[in-house]
């Protein structure tokens, strides 16, 4: 089985800093790309960030400048690096995978559960 586990959130000063990271593990051949999304209470889910098996980088607009999202390809990690975090930011943040099983010839879309987290003064 695959497994995405997110890791590194919690609360933080509105202008700080905090990373995310999530490691994928299990029976993976080959991820096609990994990415972030968030979703605050009473909203819907969006788009934070991705980033493809060659390194190319997707983001929301409105994060643009503020978030960076990077790949650490013997762990099977992605990370979300956020900075100037605001209030607005507050919500839950899941880590997603495209990607191939061993011995499967389709990829398929993963999930985490998510992680926790608080801009708050």
């Known amino acids: 089985q695959v497994q995405l586990v997110e890791s590194g959130g919690g609360f933080v000063q509105p202008g700080g800093s905090l990373r995310l990271s999530c490691a994928a593990s299990?029976?993976?051949?080959?991820?096609?790309?990994m990415g972030w999304y968030r979703q605050a209470p009473g909203k819907e889910r969006e788009l934070v960030a991705t980033?493809?098996?060659?390194?190319?980088?997707s983001y929301a607009d409105s994060l643009k400048g503020r978030f960076t999202i990077s790949r650490d390809y013997a762990k099977d990690t992605v990370y979300l690096q956020m900075n100037s975090v605001a209030p607005e930011d507050t919500a839950v943040y899941s880590c997603?995978?495209?990607?191939?099983?061993?011995?499967?010839?389709?990829?398929?879309?993963?999930w985490g559960q998510g992680t926790q987290v608080t801009v708050s003064s």
């Open positions: 997603t995978a495209n990607l191939r099983r061993t011995g499967y010839r389709t990829s398929q879309i993963y």
């Open positions: 299990g029976n993976i051949n080959i991820i096609y790309y």
């Open positions: 980033i493809t098996s060659d390194t190319k980088t």
